[in-house]
């Protein structure tokens, strides 16, 4: 792994956590703020996930590991990796695009996550200016949809879809779409943008106001269980 937040008490609900960050990712969202997991992760130094378990097993306290990244999906030893920290008695919670959804569905399907958090980048026809080149946007695309519905349809595990209120995505037009997208959902949470690092220049991109951000979680709950802005 790339980087590590040995303590966590808000990226796995309800669990005392430590989170795991990987390299590497399949979009280019311009307000992502994880620029060296996305740009730099060759450069960054590796941690071994048996020096970080060994750690949270000597302290005693932690329930639960928090794969994130970048897009943890992506690296080809993510299973094993995940069935170690499992064998190890934590739980798993999964950060992820959802566009590799056959991984996704096996992990879910053979027990070894517990939770699921899955991005809700923009209107699918908005994805398009997320994939460098737009290289393989048809099976990727089709990959966001079908994890998109397994996770509303399934039951093993728990999971929300979660969105930046990237303005740009986000615009009047666009609601109606995104709502038809999580409509049916159990939790969809919402976080304001944070423009003081981003992946692109933004350029004069301003951050919707609290009211603004509001009235568009109470458009939301329309369509799901829960909508609330973190």
């Known amino acids: 792994m790339k980087g590590w937040q040995k303590t966590s008490f808000i990226d796995y609900p309800g669990h005392i956590a430590s989170t795991f960050f990987y390299g590497s990712c399949n979009f280019r969202c311009p307000y992502c703020h994880n620029i060296d997991l996305v740009?730099?992760?060759?450069?960054?130094?590796?941690?071994?996930?048996?020096?970080?378990?060994?750690?949270?097993?000597?302290?005693?306290?932690?329930?639960?590991?928090?794969?994130?990244?970048?897009?943890?999906?992506?690296?080809?030893?993510i299973k094993g990796i995940i069935k170690q920290i499992k064998d190890r008695g934590y739980v798993v919670k999964l950060d992820t695009n959802g566009a590799r959804h056959e991984l996704l569905r096996d992990l879910v399907e053979n027990n070894l996550i517990d939770y699921v958090a899955m991005d809700i980048k923009a209107s699918y026809e908005k994805y398009a200016d997320l994939i460098p080149g737009k290289n393989n946007y048809e099976n990727l695309i089709s990959d966001v949809k079908k994890s998109l519905e397994y996770l509303k349809k399934q039951e093993k595990v728990e999971y929300e879809f979660r969105s930046t209120l990237y303005p740009p995505y986000f615009m009047d037009d666009d609601l109606p779409k995104i709502a038809n997208m999580v409509k049916g959902a159990k939790n969809y949470h919402l976080q304001q943008l944070n423009t003081t690092v981003t992946l692109s220049d933004i350029g004069k991109v301003i951050p919707f106001t609290v009211e603004q951000a509001e009235q568009i979680c109470q458009f939301f709950k329309k369509y799901t269980d829960e909508c609330e802005i973190r």
């Open 39 to 77: 740009d730099n992760y060759k450069k960054l130094p590796d941690i071994t996930e048996e020096e970080a378990l060994d750690y949270l097993d000597k302290k005693g306290v932690y329930e639960g590991v928090c794969i994130t990244g970048g897009e943890p999906s992506l690296n080809k030893n």
